[in-house]
């Protein structure tokens, strides 16, 4: 993806954890050879249409529980918990909205329903096409955004 569409990226996150009061910071960039996940828990999107491509979120325990807690308006939040799950997807799947909505240029783009994908000393490897890694520290913590996106 071009610099500019990185740029898209970064800023549609920083929107979106503006709102909750997270301390974003943006890292670096890194490629990679294969699209997988780089922390224990990971929310997988697909994307369909004009574009294809997968976008996959990883962050670690600490990270989970303070999205769910946000998300879901609670002081606590448990990783077994399917309501606590359902909450961070869907502010990862309001991310992939908002970015599709600049990439769109027009075209239709479709979403998948998100995909959770965790566990201690868990790697999923998603497809080997070269991506990229965007690190960022939330609160303190590592989130990572793996993707690879094609216009077709």
């Given at each position: 993806m071009a610099s500019a569409e990185k740029n898209i990226f970064i800023e549609t996150f920083e929107e979106i954890f503006s709102y909750l009061d997270f301390d974003l910071k943006f890292l670096n960039e890194v490629p990679l050879s294969t699209l997988s996940n780089v922390l224990q828990h990971n929310i997988?999107?697909?994307?369909?249409?004009?574009?294809?491509?997968?976008?996959?979120?990883?962050?670690?325990?600490?990270?989970?529980?303070?999205?769910?807690a946000c998300m879901m308006g609670s002081e606590k939040a448990n990783e077994e918990d399917i309501f606590a799950v359902s909450a961070v997807a869907d502010l990862f799947t309001e991310f992939c909205k908002r970015l599709i909505k600049f990439l769109n240029r027009n075209k239709e783009i479709f979403l998948s329903s998100p995909i959770g994908i965790s566990g201690n000393g868990m790697t999923a490897m998603i497809s080997p096409v070269p991506s990229k890694n965007l690190f960022f520290k939330l609160n303190g913590e590592r989130l990572a955004i793996a993707y690879y996106l094609e216009e077709i």
């Open positions: 997988l999107v697909g994307v369909s249409g004009s574009m294809r491509g997968n976008i996959i979120f990883s962050f670690n325990v600490k990270t989970f529980r303070e999205l769910a």
